[in-house]
Each structure stands twice: as structure tokens, then as C-alpha cells.
């Protein structure tokens, strides 16, 4: 292990970009392989946003030995303290919101407004996540024997391990470092390698905000380096994971071996009905934000509009029309609608669904081509790109595409539209646009999905709210809300005896 560093950044100069340590028992240090990556602008790879530290197991295993140390003390203090660092910590992060959006713009290419969007996130998390230091009720139930009291506490896990995307990269470490340290757990974080910067300004005001040593840990690396041993280390008790479902299957198994709570948030694949009835004009904007926002890369995008035939072309046309009008490039220009892929790797992803689209028969109404002249030279830009005349079936209706790339689906009616909605393998999120109040509720009802909308896009979670999905988006717990709670504290059922005599439970029946 290098040398213990008493700054978080080694400042750059003009060709030389800041350097970022890892943060381990509350010492700032450089990873013990020696080794770094850069993190580079998507809208510009000539930008370097920084060197971050690539870590290896050594790191890891130093983190969670941190973490365990510091879990004895941090366990017992209150909770209502623990929530007043919390709450501090969003007060910071409500001032430090500019810059941290335009950071994150420039790791990761969404637009500022959407950045911005991103640490508010993380703002109300920390805003809820403080209340509950004084709620994490319980249970207090009559006991079925005389002169006994029995209720159940909520207990932290120990050590959890958190290994997140690139997408959100405050908000989503925010949704589980928060509930884990209100909850009395301790932390040890690995963020997605095209976007540390982000998660790095996270974690730095949770110390800066009064967080103990140790408590909170933040290793920097690529997955199968740095994720994967905290899979296998005896003394992680959660694992908390975003991200792909091919990884996430992988986290899944290898967390399940050593009997670690386990929460895994995947991928989607989000279906947006618009019925004859619907107010087309909310549809058309919904469903242009819901498809293009952050370029597509959401979770929760609106990737198959499936549309009764009664509007299917007029709602189709107009869509098109509004999708080439979107203006593409670099996020931290206000005037620009949506910014660039995240990496050369998820733009030639997109580009290949557009060619399995095609080859697949579905009609290209628009875009599909990468956009690489003048001030999109040096970035991973695509255009807008609407498929039409989609068959449910096809690949680009079924499998995950990840961009700004979406399908229109034509359908009959009510019952062939959330048949259709629902044949697929995900079940994140799912939207409805119709003004029938019956279809709406049989639509809240059918739809197998974690997030339902009636009349807006399959975007917009709010914090307090269960955040998660069905099938191959997730294994059944939520994040968001008390739904993290949950996940980070373990039950104890506690009984206290006060009749002086031995009470056998389901024996002895009192009169
Ligand atoms: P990814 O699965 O490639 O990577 C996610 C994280 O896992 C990264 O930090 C990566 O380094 C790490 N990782 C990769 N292989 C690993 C391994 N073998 N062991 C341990 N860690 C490993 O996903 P991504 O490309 O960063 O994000 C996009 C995906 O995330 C999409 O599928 C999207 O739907 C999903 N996502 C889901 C939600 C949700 O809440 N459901 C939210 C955002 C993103």
C-alpha cells in the first residue's frame, strides 16, 4: 500500500488531470496495484475528467477490514446522531449541486438539467433518510402469555458492500449509502469505472459532513477486479447491486454461497401504452422525454410504445418529428437536449440494435446514424432513432438496447396492448396514457411491473416511493422509501418474562 495521502485530489495542472484516491479508514490512498485509469468526457475524449485508482482485492479486503472495525462503534451511537450527519450531508450536497452536476455532465454526458435532477436525488434521499433516525419503528405486540412483553427491533446487518452503475451516479449510491449508515450499517463502495468522480463527490461530503473513519469506504475499479471479491469476503453481510441483469445473475449466485443479503436492481426493458382515448399531445412529450432523456440510458426508459391503430400513424409522424428536432450534444451546454452515449462500447451496441433492427423488418422512421461532424468530432453521439411497425417479438422489442433507440408497436386494443406490455422478460417500470378511469385502474391491476404511470412516461421515481421491478429487473426487494430500510436492518424479536416463573409458549394456555 502506498503512502497514506492527507488530500482527497492531487490537483492537476493544464496538461496534467486531478488524481483521485480511494478512501479507506478515513485516509485518502492510492490503490495498492500501483495502477490508475482515466476517466474520460464522453461529449469530448480529448477531456480528461480525472485518474482514478484501479484496485484490486488487496483494497478491498483493507476497506472491509476498515469497515468491520468501525461497525463496532458506529452501531451505537443513536440513530437520531447518525440522522443528523445524514441531514448535513444534504444540506452540503444542496450547495455543492452545480458543481456537482456539471462534474457528472462531464463524465458521463447527460444534460445539466438531468445532472442537476441527479443530485437532487440524492438531496431528498438524504432529507428522508435523516427522518427516519428517529422512526425505524417497530412492532409492539401483546404477548399470549400473562405478564410478558414482546415486541422487534431492528438490528444493522454489519458490513455492506455496494457495487453501482454509471447511469445515476449520485442518486444510486445515494438510494443505499444513506438507508445502510441511518440504519447503524458500515460501507464499502465501488463505482461504476466510467463515473468515480461522481460517487467520489458523494462520499467525500458524507466525511465532510461528520461521517467516522472507517464508516463509509470507497474503492475505485473495474468490476471483475474490484467488485468481485467483495462477493466472496466472509465478512460482508449485504450486497447491494445495480446494474446489468447478466452481472447482477452473477452477483446473485456468488453472494448466495456465503448467505449475504443480497438486493439487486436490473435491468428494463418499459412499455408505454397510448390508447385511442389518450390526451396525444401529454403522450407525444411524455414519450419523447421517456425515450430520449439521459440518451435513452435509464433504466426506467420508455423503450416499445405500443399504440392502439386507432392513433397509431398520427401519433407515430409527430413523433418523428419532434425526435429530429432534439438537439444532440455536449450536456453542459443548456441549449442541448440530449448528450452522447456513455462509451464508444454503448454506442456500438446502440448502432448494432439498429442494424438487427432492420434486418429484422421494422421500419427505421428516423435517425439510426452516428453523428460524428463538427462539434460531435470528438464524441460517442447518435441520433434520435424511432423504429416503427415493430413486431412485439423482434429483438429490439424484446432485449435491452440501453439507448436512444426506441420501438413503436402497433395494437388493437386495451387487452392486446398490456398483453403485449407484459410479454417481455423485465418488469421495471410501465406507463398508460388513456382518459377511461376503468381502463386506467384494469391497467394499475395488469400491468406486471414494479412502477406503474397512468398519463406520464415511465421516467420520474420519486425517494419515497418502493423503487424496483419484477422478473429479470430485480430479486424482490426495492429501494427508495422504507423499502431500504427494510433491506439494511435484520428483525429481533424480543421478549421480556416478568411473571417470575418459567411460561412455556403454546403449552401453557392461560384461562
Ligand atoms: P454493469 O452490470 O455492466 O455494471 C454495473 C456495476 O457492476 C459496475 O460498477 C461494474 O464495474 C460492476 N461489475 C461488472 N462486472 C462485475 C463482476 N463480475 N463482479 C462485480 N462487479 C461487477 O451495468 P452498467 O453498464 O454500469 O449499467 C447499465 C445497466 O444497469 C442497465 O442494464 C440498466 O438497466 C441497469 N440499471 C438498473 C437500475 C435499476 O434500479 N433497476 C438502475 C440503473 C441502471
Redesign the pocket.
Known sequence: MADTLTSPVLAGTSNRPNIYHNFIDGEWVEASTGETFENRNPADTRDVVGIFQRSAKADVDQAIDAARQAFLKWRLVPAPRRAEIIYTAAEMLAERKEDYARDMTREMGKVLKETRGDVQEAVDTAYYMAGEGRRMFGPTTPSELPNKFAMAVRHPLGVCAM??????PIA?PSWKLLPALVCGNTCVI?????TPLSTFNLVRTLVDAGVPKGVVNIVT????E???P??EHPEVRAVS????????R??GT?SAKSFKHCSL????KNPMIVLDDANLELALEGALWGAFGTTG????ATSRIIVQKGVYHKFVHSLVDRARKLRVGNGLDESIDMGPAVNEK?LQTDLEYVEIGKQEGAKLACGGNRLEKGDHAHGWFMEPTVFMDVNPKMRIAQE?I?GPVVSVIPCENFEDAIQIANNIEYG?SSAIYTRDVNKAFSAMRDLYAGITYINAPTIGAEVHLP???VKA??NGHR?GGIGAIDFYTEWKSVYVDYSDRLQRAQIDRPE
Do not use: Y
Not at 190 to 194: F, L, S, V
Not at 297 to 300: K, L, P, V
Open positions: 457495487i453501482t452503475p454509471w447511469n445515476f444510486i465501488k463505482p461504476a469505472q466510467d475499479g473495474f468490476g471483475s474490484t467488485g468481485a467483495m462477493l447491486f445495480t446494474g446489468s441483469s447478466a452481472v447482477g452473477t452477483i456468488t436492481e436490473l435491468g428494463g440510458q435509464r433504466c426506467t454503448q435491452e440501453f421495471l423503487f424496483g421491478g429487473t430485480g429501494e
